[in-house]
């Protein structure tokens, strides 16, 4: 029996031994839509991001995306993989945070961040959250703005206190100056010397240009 | 209309610059250009990139490692000067206007091609660092220089060519990159120590 | 120009590297052939220049919409090709990019997806809340303005999310953020779901 055939029947068997793992009713029907041999991978990428405490819904969401776009079963293991291994990076760099963090961080990996940049946002302050600057990290990347000015820009920001809306704002700016055809990497260059480097907050000390280190504790 | 013949003092740019007046003879030829081209004479611009292709070539190639990124770089770069003509303005110098454009062009560049090969789980260095492609080297020589530069990290690589190679001042450098002078220093240096911490290995080896 | 201390090595790699580079001679024609087919740039009035770095163009389209009060809201007024290799798709000249506003919202947090896509025969919303799913949430053409929309109730937390413009072509929302490529080469729109607000 050739090799990839015991794998094939290997994977089979897995499938129909593993208890497949919650999911709904729903979802597992679309996902019969895959051959067997696919559904057995993605069935085993899923079990090991159980057995590693990772989520698994994005992983579903991956492969139901893929049957969407008809793919063949190889491009859908092949992202199943790589957003497992993503995850499982985003979690060593973050630590233990929830499913919606850990994607978030997930996805900026994936733009092009190195995972010790996303170690400025482990063991943020309660009540702080990041995914804001995840969200705008990876879009800028993704639209072209270099990965380390990028990086830069948004873990900067971050160290020094911006909020939630400072991201939002200089998404705003810089993604329409981006469609108005300026070069990514000006707009962000641009836009971060406007970006208010310390952001209105009740606690802490400000000096008159809000540069001292007056960190909100 | 009137037709400027192209190496005619149309005006004198005249700024004030450090402790004297300097006046700008050089931008005649440029400034007459953009005006023709923006009159409508299209091949004028055949005469902007004669004049400057070989120098912002020189940088692409330097700055990204390989000539087919370089081209890539270099024809957005006229291309989207072309388009930005009528925003040219002329107390700026043609140079320093294109070449802001060339910056960051060969950035973009370096970034797609960095989006392109990473792989994303290790902690690597960044891609920039390896050639990617057999460039047609003159010689030898150029190709060691050329690795050396590679190895540098893009934002000193930048500095460094700007500074060592371009010739520019701090100050010209600042307006092109956006960037402090004080940091484009401390840039210049580090790449500065790099090269030379590699010639110590060299000699230790 | 030289520093005094310049180190001998480094000053010969930049000697080195001032030298003249060997290019393709053709590529100064490709560039003309490519300049040729531009439109001429036309020159722009010196009061009209003091005005244009913060000069933000919207589509007629776009103009009307923001009259009629609605903003955060994409405007596509030609459809975007779906893009390769996960980079943000070329975005036709007279998309307008509206400033955001929050949601109207109820307290079971249903969100309204707009899209305007004149041209379009149907269109669909699909995200990681129905399965990616083409058939489960179909949009509904409001009037003639080409306006397309549909409510979705979203759990708290981060949703891709795209638009199927007549079954085949996937459009990303002008107006908000974009994930990298999905793997299978498309860079889906991004919504935070966070206590009721989204960005």
Redesign the interface.
Known sequence: MSRSRVVGLAALLLVVSLPLRAQEP??QD?MAKLDIKTRGAVELLVDSAVAEGLPT??LR??A??????K?DGR?IV??VR??LILLRTARTALGRVD??EL??AA?VL???AKPTQLATFKNKQRGR?D??AF??W??L????VPGEDASSAITRLWDEGADDATF?SL??NV??DI??GLNPGTALQNRIREAPLRPPTTKGPQTPEGQENARSE | MLTRPRDSFIALDVTFAGRGWVIKQDMSDDAADVQR??A?D??A??AL??RY??RC??FA??MLGN?DD??DA??AT??RA??????Y?ERDRFSAWLYRILVNQCRSVAA?RA??ERVFVREEALLLNAPDRSP?W?GE??EF??R??NELDPLLREA??L???E?MSYEEMSALTGVGVSALKMRVKRA?DR??ER?ERIQHD | ??DSD??P??EW??S?????????PG??D???A???A?P?????PAWR?LL?PRV??MSPAGSALLAAGLVGIGVLTGVATSNR????AE?PRD?A?L??QPPVSSPDTMYKFVIVAPQAGKVSL?G?FN????AKTPMTRAGQSGLWTVAVPLS???H?YAFVVDGTTWVQDPSA???????????NS?K?V?GGSS?
Not at chain 3, 177 to 187: L, T, V
Request: positive net charge; glycine residues 6%; contains cysteine.
């Open positions: 729903e979802q679309r819904q994005p969401s991956i139901l995306l893929g049957i969407t776009r793919a491009q092949a992202a790589r957003e499913e919606t994607t978030a996805a994936e733009a092009g959250s995914l804001q969200t705008v990876a879009d990347i993704t639209r072209g939002v998404w705003n993604q329409s469609l108005r | 081209v923006l409508g299209v091949e611009y055949a990139v004669d292709y070989d070539a020189r190639i330097r000539r370089a081209e270099l024809q006229f291309l072309y388009r930005a003509l009528n925003r303005q797609r989006h392109r047609v003159t020589d150029e220089v050329q050396v530069l460094f060519l500074k060592h190679i010739e500065c090269l030379r010639w | 120009m030289t310049q180190h090595y480094v790699i930049a080195e590297a001032r030298r003249p580079v060997l290019m393709d590529a100064r490709r560039i003309m490519a300049v040729r531009e001429v740039p036309t020159p722009v220049r244009q933000f163009h290799g996960g980079r943000a975005h998309v990019v400033p955001s699909v990681d399965d990616w799913d083409v708290a937390g981060r891709l953020p974009i994930a990298p490529d999905d793997g299978f080469g498309h860079a991004v935070l966070v960005l």
